[in-house]
């Protein structure tokens, strides 16, 4: 059992508010991301747990047990750095067992558990060497190694894929993912990078200024984001925002006339808008379409594509300069100024009131 | 070639990060013939007065009989090897530089962990005061050392000896070698302090903050973290004290002129003697080449037990 709770967890520096506030239920086995900008506070959120920084005020409580006081070995925690953090001159077998060892735990034990952790993480052949002669992939696995062979009730891991090059990340990713099928651990994963966010996590948990924007399994956030800042954060390429007004509010639905020279009705469900307020319409790039056919069509001006092969990113500016990616499938590629005209696919659009607050429950979930 | 480059290699566990290093066999070449001025002014610079010293150790060479030059063999070496001040000139130049090394170091490591450790208003100007007695002339500490500390009527100690009821001491007569051992440390303790204190900010934090988390407590990190991560400074520390602690010399002529007898003699200053005080030349030129052999022995011996924590990187 592994369930983590904290508790309007607060943290300043000198009187700065790094964390303002967080309230989180991390349930056993799950694998929870923190994702966000950075300076957002996820990683002084994850030393926070780990005990690293001292925490100003809340509560942090392992299973029932308050571990905000309790000193960083006691608390049944490991922790996977960015640098590795590996002891240089020790051994691969010192490095895992070092923690084992100042325990005073029994020698065969040791043994034993760094055998089956060296075998999960296929490392072996390298148990005799120092840290220096590993690459950075291996580094990273006796880090995890020297987690593992801990039994910690909670893995906790501080961007630990951003020193390692493009391709062996994305193995690492997979064998993370895998490890953590394998251990059925409970996972807390700090990275700026939504890839990982996305591919990683059973929840994500994004961060702004010391602040949760929202939690969530990562679809749910992808298709269903609660503010501005989340719908602008996760999707690469960004999401695009146009701004509006509610022109007629219905139980059924919300019409939106846009700035940019259009109006669409919106299925949106229980709506507080009120016809006249201002609104922001957040569509990705994938439910905007090029061509005439459509309820709300847009005059827009090519700006620059990129081209990757199977798909193109259009960027294209509105009338009214506001910019718009646009996903296109093939090599489609618009000369530069050239005047095109798209439609939105308005069951996939979403809408946010003044404050930036998601309006209603998107119908598309419920599809 | 395209296969390679779109295979991904499923991280290889018997790859290793370090390339072997292959060096190409010297050859003469213009890089020879380019840095051979240099080459040729440092051999000058040192066959010349080594070839003067080989040259005035075999002759009759004293100023007190000018003139009287003749070949004299390994004479010279054997009166230096037997003489009476020899056998104490080679044991007092061991024991201080043994037990200048030991205090320095071990001193060394534990004020720059304390200063690490500690973080307290004026940090700076402590640092600062540390470091400073690096920088006074060993004449000038010594005679400090002499006049204001151990001086048994005047003196600081004597005061303090007196206050207390006791006989004050006389330092530099009842202990000489252990009273110069301490000046010499007070000079370079703040070497060692300067380098391992600059040392111990390069130890990575999130090392610490892991073995934190491994339950490592204050003494375990500092046993199987800082120390092995000093392991290198205080190999450059005790390489270049040793170099200069084989050749003390302002501080015995201040304070004991190597007395009393031979007791705080050291073999830099059992050649000076010879040379200066009983005007035999050649006698203290077979010294300095003893010397030399001594010194390239303790330099052989140090190099073999910390060269290779030198070069070996991390």
Known sequence: MADLKVHNLKKSFDGNDIIKGIDLDIRDREFVVFVGPSGCGKSTLLRLIAGLEEVSSGRIELDGRDITDVSPAKRDLAMVFQTYALYPHMTVRKNMSFALDLAGADKQEVARKIEAAARTLELEPLLERKPRQLSGGQRQRVAIGRAIVRNPKVFLFDEPLSNLDAALRVQMRLELSRLHQELQATMIYVTHDQVEAMTLADKVVVLNGGRIEQVGSPMELYHNPANLFVAGFLGTPKMGFLKGRASRVEASGCEVELDAGCRLFLPVSGTTLNAGDPVTLGIRPEHLNRGSEGNCQLTVKADVSERLGSDTYCHVVTGNGEQLTMRIRGDFTPRYGESLSLTLEAAHCHLFDSNGVAVGQSLQLAA | ?314
Do not use: C
């Open chain 2, 1 to 314: 070639m395209a296969t390679s480059s779109a295979a991904l290699p499923k991280a290889p566990v018997t790859e290793s990060a370090g390339e072997p290093s292959e060096r190409k066999p010297r050859r003469f070449g213009p890089s020879w013939f380019l840095v051979s001025p240099s080459v040729a002014l440092l051999l000058l610079w040192m066959l010349v007065p080594l070839s003067m010293t080989v040259y005035f150790s075999v002759i009759r060479y004293n100023l007190l009989y000018p003139g009287e030059n003749d070949f004299v063999g390994l004479e010279n070496f054997h009166y230096f090897l037997t003489d009476a001040g020899f056998m104490p000139g080679i044991v007092n130049t061991l024991i201080l530089v043994g037990s200048v090394l030991l205090i320095s170091v071990v001193l060394g490591v534990l004020i720059s962990a304390l200063l690490e450790a500690a973080d307290f208003a004026g940090r700076g100007i402590v640092r600062v005061m540390l470091v400073s007695p690096f920088f006074i002339m060993p004449t000038v500490s010594a005679l400090v050392w002499k006049n204001l500390i151990y001086h048994p009527v005047s003196g600081i100690l004597a005061a303090v000896w007196k206050f207390f009821g006791a006989q004050p001491v006389g330092w530099l007569a009842q202990h000489p070698l252990a009273s110069i051992v301490i000046i010499v440390s007070w000079q370079w303790l703040p070497f060692a302090i300067l380098i391992l204190m600059t040392a111990m900010q390069s130890l990575d934090q999130e090392q610490k903050e892991a073995a934190r988390l491994d339950g490592a407590g204050p003494i375990a990190i500092f046993w199987h973290l800082t120390l092995p991560h000093l392991a290198r400074p205080i190999a450059v520390v005790v390489m270049i004290e040793t170099i200069f602690l084989l050749s003390v010399f302002a501080e015995i002529f201040t304070t004991t002129s190597g007395g009393p007898g031979y007791a705080s003699t050291n073999l830099a200053y059992l050649i000076y003697n010879q040379a200066l005080l009983q005007f035999d030349v050649g006698m203290a030129s077979a010294g300095g080449l003893i010397a030399v052999v001594i010194a390239n022995i303790a330099a052989i011996i140090l190099v073999r037990m910390l060269g290779k924590n030198l070069t070996e990187k991390y």
